[in-house]
């Protein structure tokens, strides 16, 4: 069981150091529930399987060299050549986010790009007012407390009432380690205003050889009608590691569509919220997950059907290979009064080691009587049939190996909803699967 604790004195003492902008408040409130709570540990249901132990010694090591000396730069040279590489690929408009900074260039430029239908800004600023959002800058769950109390700044998204985008917005974290073991906290919250349409594109990469760890917080609020495609890309260092959530909060008629793609980190967990209060919501959560040598990777998913009639549905696979280490919780609550409710989990994993796990919970709780539910989980190899046919036919085993496993990632990246993206994507998990592949046979 995870026992390590953070040194709330050297917290306090970091939290102190940073600047009496509008983001204090917000900071004192977070550190005072934070030190009642502590990081989960497995001794939590929902942290079972994933031991938060490496990043808490990551953060005491931060911590301790943070007290006296510099927090990490907000961006550098290489960041730079990263971040040009990437935009150069997908057609999107970008805010660079570094070591948690707001990278105030790439604001200007959005800001430039998308007048009348965007707002963004910083939510750090001098003096003592409430920022922008100030309500929404929540503090609900222990990371989320972290994430708040170390708050060095935060960005802050409005598309305005009855707006659609030209283009996806880019939202590139970029974390360095450069010189010694480092600790980043980044915020967004996105406000969907009624009858608005957008595309985001949520990516997230490291660069040094230090140890990482980040903590990422996105709140997602999509007013009535409104229309939201998410994809959220993590290719970090496979030495790094990264606590992802977000919460998505559905006005009536709203719709978001949501793909999640992990290959890097050495250890990542990904937890998504989705809050459907309102009558005809619709919610599409997928997932893909390519795990190699000792990785984990955890995705938590809840959609908490409050009204209906409104529907969810959830589709993750996974590919592990080597001693890799998954698991998938996905959670609908269908609550009292929400008739009508059609919520749908599925769950599907290829194993190519005899060493690799995967722990696979999909869950229903459901308190109304009409109701159309269902969740199922499959576990399995890769399919002699198919394999005998594939090299029957000149294929060499890697090759057919590569084929099916191709294949079964297909399934997840056909849907993604933001098209900008999608050959990126396809390039990225044909890369790790022939190491996955390479690693396998």
């Not at 496993?405 to 098209?419: E, Y």
Request: hydrophobic content about 40%.
């Amino acid at each position: 069981m995870s026992t390590a604790t953070i040194d709330t004195a050297l917290l306090e003492r970091a939290v102190a150091r940073l600047p009496g902008d509008s983001l204090a408040r917000a900071r004192k409130e977070a550190l005072a529930r934070f030190a009642t709570t502590g990081f989960p540990t497995t001794r939590h249901e929902d942290w079972r399987y994933t031991n938060l132990t490496p990043a808490i010694d990551v953060s005491n090591a931060w911590l301790r060299r943070t007290a006296t000396g510099a927090l990490e730069e907000g961006s550098d040279e290489s960041v730079r050549r990263y971040a040009e590489r990437l935009t150069a690929q997908i057609n999107a408009w970008w805010i660079v986010i570094t070591n948690g900074v707001v990278q105030e260039e790439s604001l200007m430029r959005l800001r430039e790009q998308a007048p009348g239908t965007l707002e963004a800004r910083s939510m750090a600023s001098a003096g003592d007012a409430e920022p922008v959002g100030y309500s929404s800058i929540a503090a609900d769950e222990p990371m989320t407390r972290f994430n708040t109390a170390l708050l060095r700044d935060a960005l802050h998204l409005t598309v305005r009432a009855g707006s659609e985008l030209e283009k996806p917005i880019g939202l590139l974290m970029i974390d360095t380690a450069n010189s010694a073991s480092a600790v980043s906290q980044s915020r967004v919250s996105i406000e969907m205003q009624p009858n608005s349409r957008a595309e985001f594109i949520e990516y997230h990469a490291s660069l040094g050889e230090n140890v990482h760890f980040a903590n990422v917080v996105t709140e997602l609020h999509v007013g009535s009608g409104a229309a939201v495609d998410f994809v959220r890309i993590q290719d970090r260092d496979t030495s790094h590691l990264q606590v992802g959530r977000l919460d998505a909060a559905m006005g009536r008629d709203s719709s978001l569509r949501h793909a999640a793609f992990d290959l890097g980190g050495a250890l990542i967990r990904n937890d998504v919220a989705v809050d459907i209060a309102e009558r005809g919501v619709s919610v599409e959560l997928l997932g893909l997950y390519l795990a190699a040598g000792q990785q984990h990777i955890d995705n938590h998913t809840r959609a908490d059907h409050r009204t209906g009639p409104a529907a969810s549905s959830e589709e993750y696979r996974g590919i592990l290979t080597d001693r890799s280490r998954c698991v998938f919780n996905g959670k609908a609550i269908v609550h009292k009064g929400a008739d009508g409710t059609d919520a749908q989990q599925a769950n599907h994993n290829l194993l190519l080691s005899d060493k690799a796990e995967i722990d696979t919970k999909p869950e229903l709780e459901i308190y109304a009587d009409d109701v159309k539910c269902s969740h199922g989980a499959t576990v399995g190899q890769l399919d002699k049939t198919a394999m005998f046919y594939l090299r029957s036919r000149g294929l060499s085993r890697d090759e057919a190996a590569q084929v099916l496993t191709r294949a079964f990632a297909a399934g997840i990246i056909a849907k993604s909803p933001v098209h900008a993206a999608r050959s990126h994507i396809e390039g990225l998990v044909d890369r790790r699967l022939q190491v996955l592949v390479g690693d396998a046979l």
